[in-house]
């Protein structure tokens, strides 16, 4: 399977359709088309390490984004828990299924500025991706089961899709 594109939102030129590059993303990336699902770390982990809750094997055919963040936070834990020899393939795997949103200056920024309400370091840079995502996909949907990263996006009024 072909990794899906890492999107850089910030290029002057418009792509070949004359639209902006995150206007082409909805239903154009990896999976089987329709929405697309923002998927948090919780998500990723539960599936590599076989919790009691993960999504089914045919949710990882949709299209998918997250921010490039998703990346490092699963290879540390990955790393922390001694498990790259046994679960690299499988988590390269995942990761290979996620279009990533580069940690672009907008992003940053936005996660510089306070939330209405009390929020995690590494949750305020992926709830500034999913703002910045929806701006141009407003359908855009979370799946998480981090339950303070669920109450965030309730509260800040993004959906939250059960995967």
């Given at each position: 399977?072909?990794?899906p ?14 639209r ?23 998500v990723?982990l539960a ?11 045919h ?12 990346e ?18 499988a ?6 299924r996620?279009?990533?949103?580069e ?8 996660a ?18 999913i ?11 979370v ?9 965030a996006?309730r509260h ?8």
């Amino acid at each position: 399977m072909d990794r899906p594109s890492v999107i850089d939102p910030c290029p002057a030129a418009p792509s070949e359709s004359g639209r902006g590059p995150l206007q082409d993303l909805e239903g154009s990336l990896g999976g089987q088309g329709g929405p697309l699902t923002y998927v948090d770390t919780s998500v990723l982990l539960a599936t590599l390490l076989a919790e009691d809750r993960c999504p089914p094997a045919h949710w990882w055919n949709q299209s998918l984004i997250s921010s490039r963040l998703l990346e490092y936070e699963v290879w540390n834990r990955i790393h922390a828990r001694g498990l790259a020899r046994s679960h690299g393939e499988a988590t390269n795997s995942l990761l290979g299924r996620v279009a990533f949103l580069e940690l672009v200056p907008p992003v940053l920024e936005r996660a510089l500025e306070p939330f209405p309400m009390a929020v995690r370091t590494l949750d305020a840079l992926h709830l500034s991706s999913i703002r910045f995502l929806r701006q141009t996909i407003p359908s855009l949907a979370v799946a998480t089961y981090d339950r303070k990263m669920t109450d965030a996006c309730r509260h800040l009024r993004f959906p939250v899709a059960a995967p």
